[in-house]
């Protein structure tokens, strides 16, 4: 409270300081504002002092004018030239002879406050102010006496409200004041020469000063000059009427802050009778709530305990049937929701019981140990793999794209599991397993029946000899079988040369002449018979025989162009297809060149085709072989393009010369807008790129007419000739082209 009051104090003296100046510049303003005017009396009489305009304007503007009594203009020596009034006094016209006696220094103008004698004293309120203008040429102008009303002068600042003590006082430079006004009225004037205040008076400065010959009161001063002019305005208020009016305001603080001194002192005795309660209340709550953690802790800790152990194998750690259950319904809802496909497998170990009458259930358990563990990392991250009992365990691969990855990560635990334990006994210990597989949605669609499928499937595996596994479906275990088969007599295939080269002509579309040959390989084994090749060349690239089968095929078809050029057959160039995989072969460049120099054969018959989802994996190897091969002069054709998802990229980083336009799109061309758009596009893309196009599949006039119509260059298929055998082939390069009526049936 004590702060508060000394503060407000100190606002009050401020805010008066800052009312003070805004009066005394207020003053300061009307004051220069009355000099301006004298002024312009001044150099208006100056210019011509005995003109009349000048005189009439003067006198008008007087009228108008009630802040002076009277102008009076005299010459240089004091002689008094015009009057606006009656004859001036005496004392006036000794004031103007003192002035005249004055020389000033520079040709500048001269401003003097004139002195009233005592003896005047009815001309107390008159002030005279003597003004000599700028001297324009030789010798000194004339100068204006100006009396000016004081009383008039205060009549604008009567209304200004400072106080009993307040006073607003027009002082000169050599310290005499020339003017006070005391609440509204004109007082006797003082001569402030040797004061504080007069010092301070024209550095403009803002202060208290201690006046001791009026009763030595601290008085609150502000200070304006009156620009261009020897006058300065002081305004002044004591400091104790300033601060009357805080006085009560003070007293009234003193009395609040001693009751609420008072106040304080009881409501803190209060709060600290509550805070020594709450602090008590506080540790007994606290203590509670700690005893309420533990119990929840402990409730939650026994809660994970029993959850893991209702769910979680205790011996493997692997989810339970319980679990697996769980998992796997939320596998089937999300697979019903994006139609997706998953497969569950039932794993059996093979021959386990005699482990644990020989080694002991200890050493079986923890066999069991290492097994889930390897399960864990044939698996990804996604799949769910559990322990159902024994020595069974069921996983679920989710995500899967065809059956054969299926069999991929089937192959893969057999593998694992298939590896000895050691450091369980003294000696190794070997167990293999037996895989079941069935799929969602192809074999069923609840998980209790996909287990079931699965684990009929397992013993369909053991029945086969364990160490492998079987598909729920049997058209799956067929194909499996055929595999497997395939696989194992693809070796004999190659050297008993089993396998046979057809040839299929691809023609001009704007003459039907023979433009070139595609190589197929035909395998008919001597017990399986007839093998498609959509069977035995995936087989050949899952086991490596692709690169094998490749060189095979080059080299019986060199073999066989060798022959028909001794034979006289017309030649074109021969395509084979080759796989990403024997294009990667740092050996292919070798052995293409070699084969084609030993057979005496041009590298321009000999064309080379990769399918359009071969490129996505090449790399600079891969490329420079191809730039290799046409640099030879093997030109280099893209197979069923469109189906793959190469971009512009690769056709532009490749030696490519033709694309061939996959069949799927010429198949219903006169019937499929998007189809035909389709190959339209492409023909004209190809065109653009400077590379010609080979259609697959025509079988109908149809498609001819359409195909013709977008400007295609070339095409194959069944209507012009199936694959046949090379004498077959060898007729039709006699003939040199094909009737558009042949290999219609």
């Known amino acids: ?422 450091g369980l006994v003294d000696a190794e210990i070997r167990v293999t397993p037996s895989v079941g597989i069935s799929f969602f949605p192809d074999d069923a669609e609840e998980i209790d029946t996909l287990i079931r499928q699965a684990d009929t499937a397992m013993y369909q595996a053991k029945e086969r000899g364990r160490a492998t596994f079987a598909f729920a479906d049997p058209a799956l275990n067929r194909r499996l079988d055929l595999s497997n088969q395939i696989e194992a007599a693809l070796p004999a295939a190659f050297s008993n040369r089993e396998i046979q080269v057809h040839y299929q002509p691809k023609v001009s579309l704007r003459d039907f002449s023979i433009t070139g040959l595609e190589a197929l390989a035909r395998w008919n084994h001597p017990q399986l018979g007839a093998v498609s090749p959509a069977d035995f060349i995936p087989v050949a690239e899952e086991c490596g025989a692709i690169i094998e089968l490749g060189e095979y095929v080059i080299a019986e078809v060199c073999r066989q162009l060798e022959a028909w050029t001794l034979a006289g057959v017309p030649l074109v160039p021969v395509a084979v297809n080759v796989s990403s995989r024997q294009l990667h072969s740092p050996n292919l460049f070798d052995f293409i060149a070699g084969t084609l120099e030993r057979h005496g054969i041009a590298p321009h018959f000999l064309q080379i085709e990769i399918t359009e989802t071969g490129l996505i994996n090449a790399d600079s190897g891969f490329i420079d072989v191809l730039h290799k091969l046409d640099a030879l002069g093997i030109h280099l054709a893209i197979d069923d393009f469109g189906t793959g998802y190469s971009g512009l990229s690769h056709l532009r980083a490749m030696p490519v010369r033709y694309l061939k336009i996959d069949r799927c799109f010429i198949k219903d061309i006169r019937n499929d807008n998007n189809d035909a758009a389709i190959v339209s596009n492409t023909i004209s893309l190809s065109h653009s790129l400077k590379l010609l196009t080979i259609a697959e599949g025509v079988e109908t006039h149809e498609q001819v007419a359409h195909l013709k119509a977008a400007r295609c260059d070339q095409a194959q298929g069944y209507l012009f000739s199936r694959p046949c055998e090379a004498a077959a082939v060898e007729k039709l390069l006699v003939l040199k082209q094909i009737p558009l009526t042949m290999g219609e049936e």
């Open 1 to 422: 409270m004590l702060n508060r009051a000394d503060d407000d104090s100190a606002r009050v003296t401020r805010d008066a300081s800052i009312n003070h100046g805004n009066v005394a510049h207020a003053v300061s303003n009307h004051t220069s504002q009355l000099l301006e005017r004298l002024r312009f009396y001044g150099q208006v009489l100056a210019a011509d002092p005995d003109n009349k305009t000048s005189i009439n304007l003067t006198r008008s503007a007087l009228m108008l004018d009630k802040s002076f009594l009277r102008l009076m203009y005299f010459d240089a020596a004091g002689r008094l030239i015009h009057s606006s009034g009656r004859k001036p006094e005496p004392w006036l016209l000794d004031a103007a002879r003192d002035f005249a006696a004055t020389t000033r220094p520079d040709s500048s103008e001269r401003l003097s406050i004139g002195k009233v004698p005592l003896a005047e004293y009815a001309h107390a309120w008159n002030l005279p102010i003597i003004y000599q203008p700028e001297s324009a040429g030789e010798g000194d102008s004339g100068f204006l006496l100006a009396l000016v009303d004081l009383g008039h002068f205060s009549q604008r600042f009567e209304e200004i409200s400072l106080g009993k003590s307040g006073e607003i006082v027009l002082v000169a430079s050599d310290g005499s004041e020339l003017l006070r006004m005391h609440e509204g009225r004109l007082d006797s004037v003082w001569n402030i020469a040797d004061t504080e205040r007069f010092q301070l008076a024209f550095a403009e400065k803002t202060g208290l000063v201690t006046e001791p010959a009026r009763n030595k009161l601290l008085r609150l001063y502000s200070y304006r000059c009156v620009p261009s002019s020897p006058l300065a305005v002081l305004v002044s208020r004591t400091r104790d009427d300033e601060l009357l009016e805080n006085q009560a305001i003070r007293r009234g603080y003193f009395g609040s802050a001693l009751l609420l001194t008072v106040l304080m002192i009881f409501l803190t005795g209060l709060w600290m009778l509550s805070a020594h309660r709450r602090r008590v209340l506080i540790r007994s709550l606290t203590k509670a709530q700690e005893n309420n953690t533990q119990l929840i802790k402990q409730v939650e800790k026994e809660k994970d305990v029993a959850y893991h152990l209702a769910t979680y194998d205790q011996l493997t750690g692997l989810p339970n049937r319980r679990l697996f259950a769980e998992l796997a319904s939320r596998y089937v809802m999300r697979a019903r929701r994006i139609r997706g496909r998953f497969a569950v497998m039932f794993i059996d170990l093979d021959r386990f019981k005699p482990i644990n009458d020989t080694y002991g259930h200890k050493t079986g358990d923890q066999l069991l140990i290492d097994v889930s563990q390897r399960l864990k990392d044939c698996m990804r991250e996604a799949d769910v793999v559990s322990r159902h009992g024994g020595d069974e365990f069921v996983a679920l691969l989710s995500d899967l794209r065809s059956t054969q990855d299926a069999a991929m990560i089937a192959e893969k635990i057999i593998e694992s599991l298939s590896q000895p334990y050691v």
